[in-house]
């Protein structure tokens, strides 16, 4: 019998968790710089948290049950996770809270017609306790930075509002709402034409169709659309956030799209999504938004406490830097072999690997564990690129050899 990983599931080989840590290590040094703290929370999730902003749904979650009888989910994102710790564990912090994350999720997905439950990695950070656009502007401006830590152009940011969205959507029956949505969404102008609205909905489908591309553009056209006072508060508070990113950041790239509705639901800000065509691949990189609700839903008193966060994939940041050949393809090779040349050199051989690790942090020194020639010794550490040998004889003398290096 042959033992399968579970449907879905993944290991990682020394060489994929290398490569992985190359993508962690660069975003984790920018989450570091700009001041924010990891957090780890529970893989596992009772379901009500999993489900209470409202934006999961239950068949996407891999559920188990435990003793106590209690429903649990494999955490499908963080945000959930992050926002009931934050106000249940972390209540008397001082905000604003600067977190991120690197971990596995795990999502039900129904591809071939099957139920599959894949595991996903992703990193990413959550601001808690600001709102406004000066938070707004620090986790787009981060998520610059990791773009350009991993050497990722060109990208560009896909910027939507999911309250402007929801507003907009709402001027159509209920039960068309969602219709609209998905047609709007797909630019799918055969089914706004086919839908049962009055020719002035439809003009208004159509209208927002376009409401996505450059800017000033999209901007000016929404409101040419005669929005209400909050409504067009909340798109001129998306003009001062776009000059300001523009501002900070020349050559940022913005796409407005006002049509952009996340897959988890939320949103009640700004939403986005960062797409990468770097080395002739176009890959949806991460994505993330406001949600200035979500942490009331855990609060003991219902207090709302803002925040914003994105999430990076990746399985898509690693896809994307494999054809742009800039992940390392070797595992780190060892600087040293230290070989006992007898039985009796064993005690000496482990002391000198010992003093050679401790003469400095990053060096990496094995043991030959016997039973090879010395041929086979010296073809095992050039296949293993390993710099030099140390040959050690039982009277403690020791010869060091250098292999170059090929
Ligand atoms: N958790 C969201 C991304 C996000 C982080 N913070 C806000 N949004 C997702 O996985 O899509």
Known sequence: MVYQPATGARDLLPLDVTQKGWIEDRLQQVFHRWGYHRIITSTLERMDTLMAGG??????????QNAEDEELGLRPELTASIAR????????????????????????????????????????????????ILADAEVLLLLADCLQALSLSPWYIILGEAEITRSLLKAFPVHLQDKVRIAISHLDRITIDTLPLSDELRERAIIMLDLRGNPEQVLQKVTSMGLDQPLQAAVNNLQSLIELLKS??????????????????????????????????????????????????YHPQGENIPGIGFALFLEDLYQILLSCQQLPQAIPASDWLVVPESNSAYTVAFTYAQKLRDSNEVVRVEIDLGGTDFQAIQQYARDRSISQIAWVKADGSITIESLVKN
């Open 55 to 64: 934006a999961i749904e239950r068949s996407t979650v891999i559920q188990l």
């Open 85 to 132: 710790t934050a106000v249940t564990r972390m209540a008397n912090v001082r905000y604003p809270q600067r977190l991120y994350y690197n971990t596995n999720v795990f999502q039900r997905t129904r591809e071939y017609k099957q139920n599959r439950q894949h595991e996903y990695y992703q990193a990413g950070v959550e601001l808690l306790g600001s709102s406004g």
């Open 248 to 297: 900070s950041r020349p050559g940022i790239e913005i796409i407005l799209d006002l049509s952009l509705i996340q897959t988890f639901d939320y949103y009640t800000g700004i939403v986005f999504e960062v797409v990468s065509d770097a080395c002739g691949q176009t890959r949806v990189l991460g994505r993330g938004g406001r949600y200035d609700r979500l942490l009331g839903l």
